[in-house]
């Protein structure tokens, strides 16, 4: 068994998962396949499409905040996506 939360693997008598310290206990909190979050590398190729076509970044980082384990990598993408996008539009009205 997996943990909902983390995606670490989960011992049969555990009472809390040992890589977020949740209690397995709590009802859905552990799923048969493990939850897979982002790695690094997409991470730093949604950071580099987000620079140029900024609702890229808007529209994965709002979906990833709604995910225990990729709202951390989601944050730092959608900084990126709005800082970015106010970056280009101040640039096309020219401030």
């Known amino acids: 068994m997996y943990c909902?939360?983390?995606?670490?693997?989960?011992?049969?008598?555990s009472?809390?998962?040992?890589?977020?310290?949740?209690p397995v206990d709590e009802p859905g909190s552990l799923t048969?396949?493990?939850?897979?979050?982002?790695?690094?590398?997409?991470l730093l190729a949604l950071i580099f499409v987000s620079v140029?076509?900024?609702?890229?970044?808007?529209?994965?980082?709002?979906?990833?905040?709604f995910s225990e384990?990729?709202?951390v990598?989601?944050?730092v993408l959608l900084t990126v996506a709005v800082f970015t996008t106010l970056?280009?539009?101040a640039l096309i009205l020219g401030l």
């Open 87 to 89: 970056l280009w539009l």
């Open 73 to 75: 990598k989601a944050s």
């Open 4 to 13: 909902r939360f983390c995606g670490n693997e989960v011992k049969e008598k």
């Open 15 to 22: 009472i809390v998962c040992s890589g977020c310290g949740r």
């Open 32 to 42: 048969e396949t493990p939850v897979i979050g982002w790695s690094w590398g997409l």
């Open 52 to 65: 140029f076509f900024p609702p890229i970044g808007l529209i994965f980082g709002i979906k990833g905040l």
């Open 69 to 71: 384990v990729t709202k």
